[in-house]
Structure formats: C-alpha cells, structure tokens
C-alpha cells in the first residue's frame, strides 16, 4: 500500500460542543458543524457556533470551523422563503466568526444551480472564509460536469462518497475527481469512513483529507414517567441521541497518523 506524499488532514461532522472539543482535543484539522446529523445534518444555532469555536480555539493544532447551512431535510431544491433563511444564517454565521460554511442547492433535475449557488456563496467569499459544496454533489447526473461548475463558481471543497452510500464503494469515482479537479478544488471523501478502512480509502483514491462523523448511540431517560409520549419522528428513537465517540476520534486519529 502506497504511503500518502503529506499528512492525512481529518475533518469531523459534530453536532455539539461536546464534539467540538473532542475533535480539537484529539487533532482533528476542522470541524464540519451541524445540527441534527441524524437528519443528514441542518444549520446549527448561533449559540452553537460560538461554543464550538471557543473549544476549537483552545486546541493545541489550529481547528478550524465549518459551519453546515441546511435549512431543512429532504432534498436540495428550496423555494424562495428556505433561501431566505439560508441567506441570513450565512450573513450571522460570518458574523459569528466561522472559517467556512457547507451548502448546495440542486436544480429541480439534480443539477448544481450555478444561479443560486452563486449568489448564496458571495458574503463568504467577499469575507474570506471558506465555501464548501456539501453531499448534494452525490446526487448530481454528472459528477465532473457538476465539479466543473463548482469550479468555476470558486467552490474551495467538495464533500462527497462518489455518489454512493460509503466512500469505500465510491472510490473509483473519487479518484476520477481528484485527478480530473488538479488542484483547482479540493476533493474531501466522507461516507463511512473509519479507523479501519482510512489506510484503503486513502491509497485507492490519493486524497489527502478525509471526513468522518464518529458518532455513538446514547440516551436520554427523562421520558421514562411517560414511554407512550415522543415528539420525534417514528423512525427515530425517541430517548436516543448520537454522540461524538472519544475513543472512535482516537483511534481515527491514530490510524491516519500511522499511515
């Protein structure tokens, strides 16, 4: 197996404080910063970013934060008043100081829509921060014309599992990416990615960054006087949550740093 050229940069989906210390704590070169990760993960409180950037800003190793802007499940096509959100929470998550903010909006057809994109990325790019086009990507027809069009809007990263369920299986794809991209823009891997299989992923695809949300099931029994009682969806446990998993970000942390 072919050693990595430079070190192997890690970027954690977190969804709490809690995670954003873990992360910097352990290394991790950045955060990707949601809410609800369960759901795919939506925009995150400002209250949110603001906690996570403290704990960031107390590591050891610079960690930046990237914050997810996502108004709402179930697709990447939003009508007028979601873009509307989403245009205010980049407004004040720049303002809160964020490295970065993930987005994408898809046509009606699964397509980038370079309009929207555009104009939605253009408060960060004139403040210097990052724009990184989040998963959407792996629902787009045409994945290198879809990175040709990120390209030229002035995206600085993809997030993508070569548009299938895990990286792992995506990495044909990835690869393609990564040589067809030269450099223009960043090609970051994430989809089932694992201390286990990070060896492979990286020597199959030649990428140097890689996205991992490192997440364990925990409870929460304040609902117990009540069990007939929930408020989430029927497919989600109602006394369940995820977590950062410490010792998943470190064994993480120890494979990339063994390759």
Not at 155 to 177: H, K, N, P
């Given at each position: ?5 430079q ?132 629902l ?45 823009i ?15 992923l990286?020597?199959l ?55």
């Open positions: 197996m072919s050693q990595p050229a070190p192997i940069r890690l970027e954690l989906c977190v969804d709490s404080s809690w995670g954003a210390r873990v992360a910097a704590l352990a290394g991790a070169a950045r955060i990707e910063l949601n809410s609800a990760i369960e759901l795919g993960g939506l925009t995150p409180s400002i209250g949110l970013v603001e906690q996570a950037r403290k704990r960031c800003e107390c590591a050891a190793k610079p960690c930046e934060v990237i914050a997810m802007v996502r108004p709402r499940r179930g697709g990447f096509a939003y009508d007028i008043d979601w873009l509307n959100d989403m245009r205010q929470d980049i407004r004040r998550l720049i303002e809160a100081g964020v490295d970065g903010v993930a987005l994408g909006v898809l046509t009606r057809d699964g397509t980038v829509d370079a309009g929207l994109c555009a104009e939605l990325i253009e408060p960060a790019r004139a403040a210097g921060r990052q724009v990184i086009f989040h998963r959407a990507f792996d787009t027809p045409d994945p290198i014309a879809a990175l040709d069009v990120l390209i030229e809007l002035g995206f600085d990263r993809v997030l993508t599992s070569g548009g299938r369920a895990t990286a792992m299986e995506g990495a044909g794809v990835i690869r393609s990416l990564i040589e067809h991209a030269e450099g223009r960043e090609v970051l891997p994430g989809g089932g990615i694992r201390a286990h299989n990070v060896a492979e990286v020597s695809t030649g990428c140097t960054q890689v996205h991992a949300a490192l997440l364990h099931d925990r409870r929460d029994s304040s609902g117990k006087a009540n069990p007939t009682l929930g408020f989430d969806s029927a497919v989600l446990k109602p006394d369940r949550f995820n977590a950062t998993d410490s010792e998943m970000v470190e064994a993480m942390i120890a494979a990339i740093e063994a390759l």
